[in-house]
């Protein structure tokens, strides 16, 4: 019998730049829904991919004096390591310049052409470069593009318009009176700001560039960027060219998942091509909120984006994903900032699931010598948390079907906190004191063992490394680990051997962190965030000087920080400055090095730092900025 399948697509993303922690987030979502849809035996196609033409891609290319196929192979590398660090489960990667797709969409051009759904005329409006979007006067935002900020330019040129007006009734109804447009909250958008105002129809070819896929009829014109790029979800499963396979096995997608700043062009151009060629629409277009940071939206067009391969390397792939799903309700905006990260860290992953799991295996090898032992004993206790067990996988799968992540997570966390109340409930460490309540001991620990069994066993989809330290501590067998088992309760064989882990998730001294990092010159904030450009006053206010390393010494109380005594003319300055791991301390009396000397005085861990070293850092080194000149003298 064939499986039930199951599609999911994110954007196709814009490679202009390296890619933030907002694509990021778009795509851990998509990948815990497909990891969890295979888990339950669906046959899962996870599309993703890269948009590829229009042009802004060719300006980057140019300034970069690069062809634009080398500069985007380029970033497409970089945006496949991104997500294999991120251990992303994608089934297939499209790019828009890959030959197939290519021709797919010339063969589209073609099918709405022939209906007289495209007809040649001439545009005139208003364009935004950075984002690839015409505007009317009525959408722009103090005059500027709505979506980034930026100046917007009249443009006027010969193209091909697609007749997306012919289509509004059928649009309208699509979002008035169906599900296809999630959260609700996005509907009337859609249906007031332009369905209601009336559509205009599309232009879909430009003439002033030809980085592009040629329109077959008329080798002037290169398709433009919405129909060359929505058309991939259906040019991945081999349309029009092979109806019959991939395309009638997975077509419609279940869920299309979308930044709600392109929910536009998936809920109203989108669905009306789909109309024009006879085809099916989605089942559902999910238009999620941003991630922002003070300022504002995330964004590459702004400057101000959070790199999550910083983040991976600091606090690990599993402990970002958990944030990501946890933290920020999914159809709604939130706020990021380090300090409700490193929280998040500590009180979900250090302090409930990190401490059950610890706690629970070094009982059962105190009390056990590292052996489950299955008891005939009932407590009070055990019912109210076998009852969470066996519920909880339910609850977390309708959660994750409306596309809750976080408060599925909250669903098993849940069942975490009522774990580690079990303990203190049933108090092993006086049961162990007492020869006599052996068995109740047991029977303790063995619910405690296989509650995290099967807490390991939920948050696989979520956390896969930190499922599988856990279920290989506990001795699990592969029939145990799987989604399904998770509401089974008892699997757990009679004198399983557990063994010793490492600490999960270590507790982060927040202040401390924050502080180490500042010690660097770049606070968390700063570290991991691009800013936005600065004016040439703006950055003539930094008193850059020349300063002989004079001594050093360790910290008192932080190993990472060293203090350093400069001479810089005639003056001395001491600076704090985290690079002990980096450097003996011979290696730096002697060196000449650059000084922000009109830095606000602090002090980092008790020791006043008056100013900050300039240092450059790549994958693997960390290396001062020195220069050869006399001490005191100004950079400029």
């Keep these: 019998m064939n499986k039930e399948t199951f599609y999911i697509t994110t954007p196709i993303y814009y490679p202009s730049s390296k890619l933030h922690i907002g694509h990021t987030y778009t795509t851990v979502a998509a990948d815990v829904l497909a990891r969890i849809k295979r888990a339950q035996g669906y046959d899962v196609m996870f599309l993703t991919g890269t948009d590829e033409h229009g042009e802004k891609i060719l300006n ?20 496949k390591e991104l997500w294999e660090k991120m251990e992303i489960s994608y089934d297939h990667f499209i790019r828009t310049t890959d030959d197939y797709h290519e021709k797919s969409v010339q063969e589209i051009f073609m099918k709405l052409y022939e209906k007289g759904d495209i007809y040649k005329g001439e545009y005139e409006g208003l364009y935004c470069t950075p984002c690839e979007s015409f505007w009317t006067e009525t959408q722009l935002a103090d005059g500027k593009c709505p979506d980034c900020g930026r100046d917007v330019q009249k443009t006027k040129e010969e193209t091909y318009f697609f007749r997306l ?11 008035e009176n169906t599900d296809f447009l999630q959260p609700k909250s996005r509907v009337n958008e859609m ?5 209601k105002q009336g559509l205009d129809d599309l232009s879909i070819s430009r003439t002033s560039f030809d980085w592009g896929i040629p329109v077959p009829i008329d080798e002037g014109h290169v398709i433009y960027v919405w129909l060359d790029a929505l058309s991939n979800y259906i040019t991945a499963l081999d349309y029009p060219d092979d109806k019959e396979g991939k395309y009638k096995k997975y077509w419609p997608a279940d869920v299309h998942l979308v930044g709600k700043e392109i929910v536009r062009f998936h809920t109203i151009i989108w669905p009306a091509i789909l109309m024009a060629l006879d085809e099916p629409v989605p089942k559902k277009v999910f238009g999620h909120g941003w991630i922002l940071l003070d300022g504002g939206k995330m964004s590459k067009s702004k400057g101000n984006i959070v790199d999550p391969v910083i983040l991976i390397e600091r606090y690990g792939v599993d402990a970002i994903k958990y944030f990501l799903m946890r933290e920020y309700s999914f159809g709604q905006d939130g706020l990021f900032t380090n300090e409700v990260l490193l929280n ?6 250090a302090n409930d699931l990190g401490n059950l799991v610890s706690r629970t295996i070094a009982m059962i090898h105190k009390y056990n010598d590292g052996v489950i032992i299955k008891s005939e004993f009932e407590s009070e206790f055990d019912q109210s948390l076998i ?17 809750d992540f976080s408060n599925a997570l909250e669903e098993i966390w849940k069942f975490v906190r009522r774990t580690n109340k079990y303990i203190d409930e049933t108090s092993p460490w006086i049961l162990a004191k007492d020869e006599t309540k052996k068995d ?4 303790v620990l ?3 063992s296989e509650s995290i069994r099967i807490i390991a066993a939920l948050i696989s989809p979520f956390l896969p490394h930190t499922s599988t330290k856990i279920l290989d501590a506990f001795g699990a067998e592969e029939s145990l680990r799987l989604w399904n088992s998770s509401s089974e309760y008892g699997l757990t064989k009679d004198n399983t051997k557990v063994e010793k882990i490492a600490v999960l998730f270590p507790r982060i001294d927040v202040a401390e962190e924050i502080e180490y990092l500042g010690s660097l010159g770049e606070k968390p904030e700063e570290k991991m965030v691009f800013k936005e450009e600065i004016s040439i006053d703006d950055f003539a206010k930094m008193d850059l000087r020349v300063a002989d390393i004079v001594s050093v010494e360790k910290h008192p109380k932080a190993d990472r920080l060293l203090v350093l005594q400069l001479k810089v003319g005639n003056e001395k300055r001491q600076v704090v400055s985290g690079i002990a791991e980096h450097f003996k301390i011979e290696e730096l009396i002697g060196e000449k090095v650059v000084l922000v000397a009109n830095l606000k ?3 980092l861990r008790g020791v006043l730092s008056q100013g900050m070293i300039l240092a450059a850092c790549d994958d693997k080194d960390l290396k001062l900025v020195t220069v050869d000149f006399e001490s005191g003298t100004p950079i400029s």
Excluded: C, H, W
Excluded at 191 to 195: D, K, R, S, T, Y
């Design 601 to 603: 005085p602090v002090k």
């Design 191 to 195: 249906v007031n700001n332009f369905i």
């Design 165 to 175: 007006s012919k289509y509004q009734d059928r649009l309208l109804d699509l979002l």
């Design 446 to 448: 063995y619910n405690l």
């Design 387 to 403: 009852d969470l067990a066996i519920g909880t996988r339910v609850l977390v799968e309708k959660r994750v079907d409306n596309l």
């Design 60 to 79: 980057v290319a140019k300034d970069k004096g690069l062809e634009p196929k080398v500069y985007l192979d380029q970033i497409v590398s970089e945006i």
């Design 344 to 349: 998040r860290l500590n009180s979900d992953l």
């Design 440 to 443: 109740e001991l047991d029977n």
